[in-house]
Every structure is written in structure tokens, then in C-alpha cells.
């Protein structure tokens, strides 16, 4: 009599070459989703950067008649300091949170709203506790300055 074996379990070669194909597809397919996820919170900043860009539009040209001046604390060297100052909270100047902007936009902290003739400089507080400075044209081009925590 002949004894067929019919074994139907993987030998341990087998189980080894499939676990270093799936690491090589690991490896491929880690550094990729990563660049994803950062490019997408790169896309998320310039979003915030735009909504905030649209407030301080708004805001700019409602305040452009009614802020007076004349009360201008001394630390501010140009008006246009002073008036970014107040867009950014209204109530307290050399501070940053519940502002103008903030409420508006709904990112928590907005902070250092610069502005010369061509482009805005931005500094907030993202949802995920990092700290943008961005600069923002007046043509809406954001370009991301620096990302820190």
C-alpha cells in the first residue's frame, strides 16, 4: 500500500517570502500616504489663510470710516497696524483670541495681521495646535511661510 501525503499547510519559506513582499509593499505605500496627509493639511492652512484673507477684506473696508485715530496707542507706528490690530480683537489690542476674525472664521487665534500695499502677512493658531505664518496677495496667492508647533 502507498501513503499519499497530502499536506495543505505552508512550508516556512512560503510564509517568509509573502511577509517580505508585504513589507516591500509597506514600504512603498507608508511614504506616499504620508505625503498625502501633509500636503492636505498644506491645502487646510491656505484655506484658513483665504476665510481669513475674506474677513479682513470685509472687515478693512467697514472700519476703514469708523475707527478714530485719534485714541491710537503709541505703540502702533502706522495706522494700518492699529486698524489690523482691532481686526484681530477688537477689544483688546496686544492680544490675540476671540476676535473679529476668529469669531468669523471660527480659528481660535488669529494673530499679527501685517499689511503693506501688495501682501498681508498671517499668523494664527490652527485647529491642530500648529502656529502658520503665511503671506497672503491681494490676488488671494497664499504662500505658507513656515508650519511650528
Not at 7 to 16: G, Y
Not at 35 to 62: F, N, S
Not at 100 to 117: A, E, L, M, W
Request: charged share 30%; hydrophobic share 40%.
Amino acid at each position: 500500500m502507498k501513503k499519499v501525503n497530502n499536506r495543505k499547510d505552508f512550508t516556512l519559506v512560503e510564509i517568509i517570502v509573502v511577509l517580505v513582499i508585504l513589507a516591500i509593499l509597506a514600504a512603498i505605500a507608508v511614504p506616499s500616504v504620508l505625503g498625502y496627509v501633509e500636503e492636505a493639511k498644506k491645502e487646510k492652512y491656505i484655506a484658513e489663510a483665504k476665510a481669513i484673507y475674506t474677513v479682513i477684506q470685509v472687515e478693512e473696508t467697514k472700519l476703514a470710516n469708523e475707527i478714530d485715530y485719534t485714541d491710537k496707542p503709541s505703540n502702533y507706528n502706522r495706522a494700518e497696524d492699529y486698524m489690523y490690530a482691532k481686526i484681530c480683537d477688537k477689544s483688546k489690542f496686544n492680544t490675540v483670541g476671540e476676535g473679529i476674525v476668529s469669531q468669523k472664521t471660527g480659528i481660535p487665534k488669529v494673530s499679527n495681521i501685517h499689511s503693506d500695499s501688495k501682501i498681508y502677512i498671517l499668523n494664527w493658531t490652527s485647529e491642530d495646535g500648529k502656529i502658520i505664518d503665511a503671506q497672503i496677495t491681494k490676488n488671494k496667492k497664499v504662500d505658507i511661510l513656515s508650519v511650528s508647533q
